[in-house]
């Protein structure tokens, strides 16, 4: 139970990340939900569950660049696509295993996220933003091209991980070791921004200038977090090619870029659980879609042909429409649900 | 390699080049009176070219009145998008913004493959002959020199009205300072859609001009994104800058495709040499030939 008013007195305790024992028991009761969900979930069901958990690895990352240090990334899907592809060649063609694919995926990715960044020294805003869409197009002529490296447009076979003898083949099993890096990833994101690292990121974000004459290196943190971001994708893209058992250049395109964008903007910029509900809103969206066009598509065929070449459109309508009406994502709204129910039925 | 076959990229360099002009002006029209970025462009010169499509193939409306209705199609839709998306944004964070154009792209992107669907669709009848006439040895087909004509009169054009007409004057000065100008009694408002009009006018000739030489499909979007290496090139606020950034990227794009086709044997080098130069001038020259330098003061 959280009392009214604040009754913190240190700074060690403001920056505490599970406030009250409640939230401790939530959390709790949340992970175990997380670990119970193959039981619940058949199919295609469980498939949606395993990429919204690959999904909110991205998003954290992404989060970490766009929403915490204000730099803007049009370039994730690309970053995605070098984790993939590193993961892939490591096990697939060099035939090594997946657990040290993961993280040279992630390190890979990474140095090429900090290559991509350097324009970010001299640049902001807008010319960051056409800089790193640079970058996409470039890297994804890179995949396509590359042909040794990346199987060009024949893409890749990737296989599923193992321990000792047994592999993890099912969706089930295989989402039992993303959820444990995903939880390991998010906990480090977690706590990376309340370290002095994650208060300089958001210095920089704030005022840039400021952050400098205050004695914070521009150079050094906006560069850490491309790295750090693109850390992240990168083990994001390797897990999803595993998921996936085969990479090509196609799953890595720019709409990727903008589908993790929309989920950072929608989830709400600078936010970790927004991160993750973007994650969740924006996999879950389309499957609802297909679903609802599915329906309808007995009784009135032709408002589902046109439905389905509507799927972009309705994508984008989303974005404008929550970019109008819910600037600040659904973590915002989250919160404002939240401090609702806490003093209800006495708001005042 | 012959001297021909150089004359022959550069020629038809030129030419798309033109078209990224066109549609390069329309962006930095935007970005300079109201500081939105469009990710929409491509997709605004898009349905231009299916519209005027509809008229001209579909009713059988003859091509000047075609032309005419397109520009008052494309006139009303970017007073609606203005007037509906873009002005609750004022005042958003640029990544909002980048983000509503993005959407605005796939929603305009999506209605026309469902209209229109994916097949590429050919102009009939042809506006301009179609028989090659040879410049310097070269044969370039009429279509290539009408299409550059078209579109440097367009350009041409545009500019005087910047420098010379009322409006054009109040454009530039509310992209000087939005306060200064509102209380010299220019409406802003007026001036924001103003812009999104004329920009969309001017993407929506070039979609027009692209369809009498190629035809169109639903990847003409493309054309959108080639406007960044072009703004970029010439400084993101310069009219002049997103003439010759356009030419300029046009020609680049070809000549190098072309040459590393028969030198390095490597195909396919259009679609990122573009963005290779962009990368290169953000980090020399970011901003550009003509752009105004930002100088931030605390």
């Keep these: ?348 | 390699m012959t001297t021909q076959y150089l004359l022959q990229l550069v020629i038809s360099g030129l030419v798309i080049g033109s078209i990224y002009s066109a549609v390069a002006l329309g962006f930095v029209i935007i970005y300079k009176a109201t500081r939105v970025v469009n990710f929409a462009q491509g997709e605004l010169l898009m349905v231009g070219a299916y519209v005027c499509f509809a008229f001209l193939v579909q009713m059988h409306v003859p091509f000047w009145a075609a032309l005419l209705l397109t520009v008052v199609f494309s006139m009303v839709l970017a007073f609606l998008i203005e007037r509906l998306i873009l002005r609750p944004m004022i005042g958003e964070p640029i990544i909002s913004i980048i983000m509503v154009t993005i959407g605005l792209s796939l929603v305009m992107r999506s209605l026309v493959t469902a209209i229109w669907g994916n097949d590429i669709l050919v102009y009939e009848p042809k506006l301009f002959p179609q028989d090659m006439v040879t410049i310097a040895g070269v044969p370039i087909s009429q279509e290539f020199i009408w299409c550059f004509i078209l579109s440097m009169i367009l350009l041409a054009v545009f500019s005087a009205f910047f420098k010379f007409s009322k409006a054009g004057v109040a454009m530039r000065a509310t992209a000087f300072n939005q306060q200064v100008a509102q209380s010299m009694g220019i409406s802003v408002k007026h001036i924001f859609a103003l812009s999104w009009v004329i920009s969309a006018v001017v993407s929506g000739i070039g979609g027009v001009l692209i369809g009498n030489i190629n035809g169109i499909n639903s990847s003409l979007y493309h054309f959108g994104l080639k406007v960044f290496p072009a703004t970029i090139l010439g400084g993101l606020d310069s009219i002049l800058g997103a003439a010759l950034g356009g030419l300029i990227i046009g020609l680049l794009e070809n000549l190098s495709d072309g040459l590393c086709k028969s030198y390095l044997n490597l195909s396919g080098v259009k679609e990122v040499a573009p963005y290779v130069i962009l990368v290169i001038i953000l980090m020399i020259k970011p901003y550009g030939l003509f752009g105004t330098k930002e100088i931030e003061r605390v």
């Excluded at chain 1, 700074?11 to 992970?31: G, H, N, R, S």
């Excluded at chain 1, 370039?75 to 694919?101: C, D, E, N, P, R």
């Excluded at chain 1, 389905?308 to 709204?333: M, W």
């Design chain 1, 1 to 348: 139970m959280q009392y009214c008013g604040d009754f913190r007195t240190s700074y060690e305790k403001d920056a505490v990340v599970f406030q009250t024992p409640f939230i401790k028991v939530c959390m709790a009761l949340f992970l175990a939900g997380l670990l119970a969900l193959p039981y619940l979930l058949k199919g295609e069901f469980m498939w949606v569950a395993l990429q919204i958990v690959i999904a909110s690895i991205g998003a954290v990352g992404l989060n970490i660049l766009t929403g915490f240090t204000g730099q803007i990334s049009l370039g994730q899907g690309a970053f995605f696509g070098v984790g993939a592809y590193t993961s892939a060649y490591i096990t697939a063609k060099m035939g090594l295993s997946f657990w040290l694919g993961i993280p040279a995926a992630g390190l890979m990715t990474a140095m090429a996220g900090m290559v991509f960044g350097i324009p970010s020294l001299r640049l902001k805003g807008l010319y960051l933003a056409i800089a790193t869409l640079a970058s996409q197009f470039i890297l994804e002529w890179i995949f396509i091209r590359w042909e040794p490296v990346t199987g060009g447009s024949y893409g890749i076979n990737v296989p599923r991980p193992s321990i000792g003898g047994y592999v993890f083949d099912s969706d089930s099993s295989f989402y039992y070791i993303v959820l444990a890096i995903a939880v390991a990833m998010i906990l480090f994101a977690t706590n990376l921004v309340r370290t002095k690292t994650g208060r300089a990121f958001m210095a920089v974000r704030d005022h840039y200038i400021s952050a400098e004459i205050m004695g914070i290196s521009l150079y050094k943190y906006r560069l850490l977090s491309f790295g750090i971001s693109s850390f992240y994708a990168g083990v994001a893209g390797a897990l999803y090619g595993h998921s996936l058992k085969f990479v090509s250049s196609e799953q890595f395109g720019i709409g990727v870029s903008i589908v993790y964008l929309a989920m950072i903007i929608i989830g709400g910029l600078g936010s970790i659980v927004g991160s993750i509900f973007g994650a969740v809103f924006m996999i879950l969206l389309p499957k609802i879609l297909s679903l609802a066009t599915e329906m309808v598509a007995a009784d009135f065929p032709s408002i589902a042909r046109l439905a389905i070449s509507f799927e972009q459109g309705v994508f984008g309508l989303i974005i404008v429409l929550f970019l109008i009406f819910e600037p600040d994502g659904l973590a915002h709204r989250w919160k404002l649900i939240k401090a609702y129910w806490k003093l209800y039925p006495f708001s005042y």
